[in-house]
């Protein structure tokens, strides 16, 4: 099973779809901070680090998952595509751990870009915005609470 988890991983890294994710989710990351500092520029309120830090951590998992089941659907689909799935079938491993090792593995990989993407929208967050007193690591320790909140719902519709 291990050998099937570190070969879904390396898979996981392979090819355009993590790039082209990567891109998308800086343009998106990118756009938030501007749209933030452009209605924080026509509003009297200032927007804090830890509340842009909070609207980052419950919008942008969103996208982590989508890109998770796609991850999953092309990881099973590319088998039969390439005609791998012959010689996984031909393993000593079952089916369902073949699944299994495809879920669990991708599943770890959305969850590191996860937990990524919450780390850097609340760096850039503390950057960017005011941090209205209280203290960066207190921002930082809340928001990955936050995000280990929300990973179980991301997980459960990943497949």
Do not use: C
Request: aromatic share 12%.
């Amino acid at each position: 099973m291990i050998g099937l988890l570190h070969n879904e991983w390396l898979k996981s890294w392979y090819g355009r779809k993590m790039w082209l994710f990567s891109v998308i989710m800086l343009i998106l990351v990118a756009g938030s901070v501007g749209i933030s500092l452009f209605a924080q520029s026509n509003m009297s309120d200032e927007i804090t680090a830890q509340g842009f830090a909070e609207v980052s951590v419950f919008l942008f998992p969103m996208f982590v998952m989508i890109y998770g089941v796609i991850l999953i659907a092309g990881a099973i689909a590319g088998e039969h595509v390439n005609g791998t799935i012959k010689q996984l079938l031909i393993r000593p491993a079952s089916r369902s751990t073949l699944l299994a090792s495809k879920w669990l593995g991708n599943g770890l990989f959305a969850t590191l870009l996860f937990f990524l993407l919450i780390g850097v929208t609340t760096v850039i967050g503390l950057l960017v915005f005011t941090t209205d007193g209280t203290g960066a690591t207190t921002i930082i320790k809340e928001m990955f609470s936050m995000g280990a909140y929300q990973l179980p719902t991301m997980l459960f519709y990943m497949p």
